[in-house]
């Protein structure tokens, strides 16, 4: 089976920077994901890590370590748009995607 | 031009209806997907088809039949609507679908916002 976990909130203020942690249990693994989910919006892509290691992508940067089964999302320079759901997603054997139930960034004045 | 598009957007029908949602992407992918959103935001998979070929049938009840008459289109069919069906439904592409690879990255549709009364 797959089991994926991530925070449900977390807040902070503009020009922060928040952390978003992932752990992860799958069959096979075929890469992580972190998409990006305004209200009501359809999920944008942000990030892709197979390899252990950093990916950093302006703002954005994200890790992996797949030994300890784990990922997370840095978003630094906050800014209010950047409030959203963010979604940890790994690809498993045979293509099947597991969504996590997402972490729900509040970004403050 | 949009990437990947869905109609309808919103569909607001009655217990025991039998409803479609189309999908149709644009970006030459091999791939689609359709996912439900419940309310508590979780995204789950539902199906998956690659050129055409059903890949990925998760646990879903058979009340629900995808059709993929060509590689850019995917249909979902709902029969006999249930008040646990409303959810918001994604459709999504990617231009792979299996491997180590970004190519596995998935565009997703706008949403259909579907509520049985």
């Known amino acids: 089976g797959q089991n994926i976990d991530q925070p449900t909130e977390m807040t902070a203020t503009e020009g922060a920077i928040v952390q978003i942690n992932c752990t992860y249990q799958?069959?096979?693994?075929?890469?992580l994901f972190w998409y990006q989910q305004h209200a009501g919006e359809a999920p944008t892509f942000l990030s892709y890590?197979?390899?252990?290691g950093l990916e950093e992508k302006g703002r954005f940067s994200s890790f992996l370590s797949r030994s300890k089964g784990y990922s997370y999302l840095l978003l630094k320079e906050l800014q209010m748009k950047d409030s959203a759901s963010y979604l940890c997603?790994?690809?498993?054997?045979?293509?099947?995607?597991?969504f996590g139930a997402g972490t729900q960034v509040v970004v403050t004045p | 031009d949009t990437a990947v598009s869905q109609t309808p957007k919103y569909l607001v029908t009655q217990m025991g209806n039998d409803k479609s949602i189309k999908c149709e992407q644009n970006?030459?992918?091999?791939?689609m997907y359709w996912y439900k959103q419940d309310s508590k935001k979780f995204l789950k998979i539902m199906f998956s088809?690659?050129?055409?070929?059903?890949?990925i049938n998760e646990t879903v009840p058979n009340r629900f039949s995808p059709k993929s008459p060509d590689k850019a289109h995917l249909n979902l069919h709902i029969n006999s609507l249930e008040l646990g069906d409303s959810a918001v439904y994604f459709c999504?592409?990617?231009?792979?679908?299996?491997?180590?690879?970004?190519?596995?990255?998935?565009?997703f549709g706008p949403g259909t916002r579907l509520t049985v009364l």
């Open positions: 997603a790994v690809m498993g054997s045979w293509g099947k995607f597991q």
């Open positions: 799958t069959s096979g693994f075929n890469g």
């Open positions: 088809y690659n050129n055409k070929e059903l890949i």
């Open positions: 999504a592409s990617s231009q792979v679908h299996d491997g180590s690879s970004s190519y596995n990255e998935q565009f």
């Open positions: 970006l030459g992918h091999d791939t």
């Open positions: 890590n197979v390899l252990d």
